[in-house]
């Protein structure tokens, strides 16, 4: 077969759809990523139930809110997003090592070497698609083509979840009649000097003398004529092996600087859950934990522990991570950020315990992670982060758990 076989796959409303899995509350509603909504912030990202109202990315905040007024606004988490975006990359190297990040929320695979036809790529398409839904819980769109132009264009054709195929074939047709802003590469100043020229659809490029191209753009315009006709010979970019992961870690910015010891002292332990959830999901065990404070004036330091067993439990890196912060000189002083991480990481490696309180604890955890991935990000949690809780908890009751109320409405 002379025809490569490339596949896109895009991410629908990547942050957005992140943050509605996270929190079952946002499902189904106008949800708008962006900085702190209370500040001079843009739009980052917008849900597919915002985006009828005109909400696009880099749009003020004042202005989403007069398009929309219904939205929610949630401060975007890079740590997460960029956790999740691993995640995905992994699952889609298991269908081909050939694996290109292409961005945050999107990859190209070519699978030209292992798939014998364009039929049999349409299922992997509809297995990948299967298995992100199935393991993360989030949607995508994928693109299969001849070549990388090609399959970016049909992910774009069905959005959102989304599975087109363009053979080659039928090139010519998808392109006569697309507009030229809609090839990736052809920014908005490039746009205008193709409209000079008479040029507006893919079908005007193509047919365009490539010497009056060349002539205006140099060798660029070689390559837009070569767009113009659907031929791309950009090789799938990928590298054979995943870097070894170092470290695993959570940031939160408060909303408001504190001096709070107890308000302190439930965030770091929130990060430790997160931190453990992400360890635990990889299959990775830490000795050093890290925690990282910034001050009100932007100071910012780290200080790191390193014990003589592994951790992947929330409580047990909350515990080192309390344990640095009472070392540390800290007068006081208010708080705008608190980060942990977790590093010394190995994998498929997890502390036996003798004792059954310990395998009790471990069993806890793994029951935990189940109802907070099916139902939604802390849907079940420790008593000691209840904002409610004021005291400076015992040992003990940090072990307890805390469920949020379940009735029919909200499984």
Not at 56 to 72: F, H, N, T, Y
Not at 139 to 159: E, F, H, R, W, Y
Not at 296 to 309: A, E
């Amino acid at each position: 077969m002379n025809n490569r076989i490339v596949l896109h796959i895009d991410m629908n409303a990547f942050f957005a759809s992140i943050e509605q899995k996270t929190n079952p509350a946002l499902r189904r509603r106008p949800v708008i990523v962006c900085g702190n909504p209370e500040t001079r912030t843009v739009v980052s990202a917008a849900s597919y139930e915002a985006k009828p109202f005109g909400i696009k990315a880099g749009m003020s905040i004042g202005e989403a809110r007069r398009l929309c007024p219904q939205a929610v606004f949630v401060i975007g988490n890079l740590a997460k997003y960029v956790d999740t975006s691993r995640r995905i990359f992994n699952i889609l190297r298991r269908f081909s090592m050939k694996t290109e990040v292409f961005s945050i929320d999107e990859a190209f695979l070519e699978i030209t070497d292992t798939c014998p036809s364009y039929d049999a790529a349409l299922k992997v398409g509809q297995s990948i698609k299967k298995a992100i839904v199935t393991e993360m819980g989030l949607t995508c769109s994928v693109g299969i083509g001849p070549n990388k132009l090609i399959a970016k264009l049909a992910s774009d054709m069905q959005k959102p979840d989304g599975l087109v195929l363009v053979l080659p074939e039928q090139v010519g047709l998808v392109l006569e009649d697309l507009r030229i802003k809609d090839l990736c590469g052809v920014g908005r100043q490039m746009e205008k000097h193709l409209h000079a020229l008479g040029i507006y659809t893919c079908g005007d490029l193509g047919r365009y003398p490539v010497s009056i191209l060349r002539r205006h753009f140099g060798i660029i315009g070689e390559i837009l004529h070569n767009m113009g006709l659907g031929l791309d010979s950009t090789p799938v970019h990928y590298s054979e092996d995943e870097p070894p992961v170092k470290s695993m870690g959570h940031t939160h910015t408060l909303a408001r600087d504190t001096a709070d010891i107890a308000e302190i002292r439930r965030n770091i332990f929130s990060l430790s859950e997160q931190v453990a959830v992400r360890l635990r999901h990889d299959n990775y065990c830490g000795r050093t934990v890290c925690l990282i404070l910034r001050y009100s004036d932007f100071f910012t330091f780290s200080r790191h522990l390193t014990v003589d067993y592994f951790l992947d439990s929330g409580y047990d890196i909350y515990q080192q991570a309390w344990k640095i912060f009472t070392r540390i000189d800290w007068q006081g002083r208010a708080i705008r950020l608190i980060g942990i991480s977790v590093s010394n990481l190995v994998r498929k490696t997890r502390q036996l315990y003798l004792l059954e309180e310990f395998t009790n604890t471990q069993a806890v955890d793994r029951v935990m992670d189940r109802i907070n991935e099916k139902y939604g990000e802390f849907r079940i949690m420790r008593a000691a982060m209840m904002k409610s809780e004021r005291r400076l908890v015992q040992p003990i009751l940090a072990r307890g758990l805390w469920a949020k109320t379940f009735t029919k409405g909200n499984l």
